[in-house]
């Protein structure tokens, strides 16, 4: 009997070893969803769109970007968990995903144990933008322009727990401004807003901003990351006012836990060739993107990076969200 259940053990591994060349070399087969926990317009979307028409001419099948915000990015992001782990559902991962674990009191979900890393995209810097009816031109006399103005200025964002909103959140920190904070459903309803004087500061995503900061439909006043940003040089850093401040996005691909793992690695593959194409990185570095291609496990470090570090902001600035 032993050996008979040895045997049928060994005819296990051999079908499930069948199996899983088979998938391999099929998948994928059909049109894959990409969710966007946000609505058409910002960063993640804009971003999405660049990389899946870019994917879907690499895997031979289409990848589909499906917009579905709210929730702070928590409707999208439970969506993709509780979709079934066939390789066919992504997520865009973005940093609400590594702010949320602390900012929520309640989730129905632990990210880090939820989500099966496939692939970082791009890190960006957040800059600094304000409405053309803000008089102040440079950060100090936006600070001075806050301190003159308590509890009077507002303080947009692309929804709460985003790094937009915790950017905006460390900023009110580290310099004593008394803002008021406003959610949006992302970053384009917050940028119509600022642009038509509704509301007075956005610490948004670069590649948003970027064709209204070109127009001039909106001003900006510095870049949140530690260095100067190569697509706009003559951008200040807000540390060079505000020491020691230093905020950016960063970007990737996540899928269901329990996804097969060749499915994980052919996505991570095609990524990885996307991100080391020179038009892409092209493409990218006009949306202020930096990419950060690499395996599965290393997006996995970002990610538990980041939530470590974000946890840190939101407890020193007391920002919650039921």
Not at 171 to 184: A, D, I, R
Request: contains cysteine.
């Amino acid at each position: 009997m032993l050996r008979i259940a040895r045997i049928f053990a060994m005819i296990g591994v051999i079908f499930a070893g069948a199996c899983g060349v088979s998938f391999a070399q099929e998948y994928p087969n059909k049109p894959i969803r990409w969710v966007v926990p946000y609505p058409p317009g910002g960063t993640t979307d804009v971003l999405a769109r660049i990389i899946a028409a870019s994917l879907s001419e690499s895997l031979g099948q289409q990848v589909i970007v499906e917009n579905k915000p709210g929730g702070g990015n928590n409707i999208g992001t439970e969506f993709v968990i509780n979709s079934p782990a066939d390789g066919y559902t992504m997520l865009l991962v973005n940093p609400a995903n590594g702010i949320n674990a602390s900012l929520y009191k309640k989730l129905s979900y632990n990210f880090i144990r939820d989500i099966a890393p496939v692939a970082g995209l791009i890190r960006t810097p957040n800059v600094m933008v304000v409405s053309n009816s803000v008089p102040a031109k440079t950060v100090a006399e936006f600070i001075a322009y806050c301190k003159a103005n308590p509890g009077k200025v507002n303080m947009a964002s692309s929804g709460s727990g985003t790094s937009v909103h915790l950017s905006g959140e460390l900023f009110k920190f580290m310099t004593g401004c008394n803002m008021l904070h406003v959610p949006y459903k992302g970053a384009g309803p917050a940028l119509i807003d600022l642009t038509a004087g509704q509301v007075d500061v956005l610490f948004d995503n670069l590649p948003s901003s970027v064709p209204h900061i070109k127009s001039n439909r909106i001003r900006a006043l510095a870049v949140t990351s530690a260095a100067a940003e190569p697509s706009m040089p003559d951008l200040p850093t807000v540390g060079a006012t505000v020491p020691g401040y230093e905020a950016t996005a960063w970007f990737g691909i996540g899928m269901p836990k329990n996804t097969p793992q060749a499915a994980i690695d052919k996505i991570n593959a095609a990524v990885n060739k996307l991100l080391a194409d020179p038009k892409m990185q092209q493409r990218l570095a006009e949306l202020g993107g930096v990419p950060i291609p690499g395996t599965p496990q290393d997006f996995g470090k970002v990610i538990a990076a980041e939530t470590a570090k974000w946890s840190k902001v939101v407890e020193a600035s007391g920002a919650k969200v039921e």
